[in-house]
């Protein structure tokens, strides 16, 4: 299970952390990613770590958002600033997760989504 928290509503350049946390029995945890939901949009790919810490990022927030990763915690987060009202959307985090040290390959878990709301 992924939950998901931090969104809000911010002012256009504002600041938001989101953070995701997995819990329940985890056996190891590879990428950890976030994505995005706009009204009417399809959902796309922010940005992504995986467990050595190399990160990606969608162009329309580079230099903008900062994903990060605490391994002890299971925990990913997202640092967002400079936010503009383009990035009004549902935040969904997903793990890539084995649960057992018995499953074969690892399995997308998702977050419930949380909503960050931009003002102009």
Do not use: H
């Amino acid at each position: 299970q992924l939950q998901a928290s931090g969104g809000g509503l911010v002012q256009a350049g504002g600041s938001l952390r989101l953070s995701c946390a997995a819990s329940g029995s985890i056996f190891s945890i590879n990428a950890m990613d976030w994505y995005r939901q706009a009204p009417g949009k399809q959902r796309e790919l922010v940005a992504t770590a995986d467990r050595g810490g190399s990160t990606n990022y969608a162009d329309s927030v580079k230099g903008r958002f900062t994903i990060s990763r605490d391994n002890a915690k299971n925990t990913v987060y997202l640092q967002m600033n400079s936010l503009s009202p383009e990035d009004t959307a549902v935040y969904y985090c997903k793990g890539q997760i084995k649960r057992y040290r018995y499953e074969f390959s690892f399995r997308d878990y998702w977050g419930q989504g949380t909503l960050v709301t931009v003002s102009s």
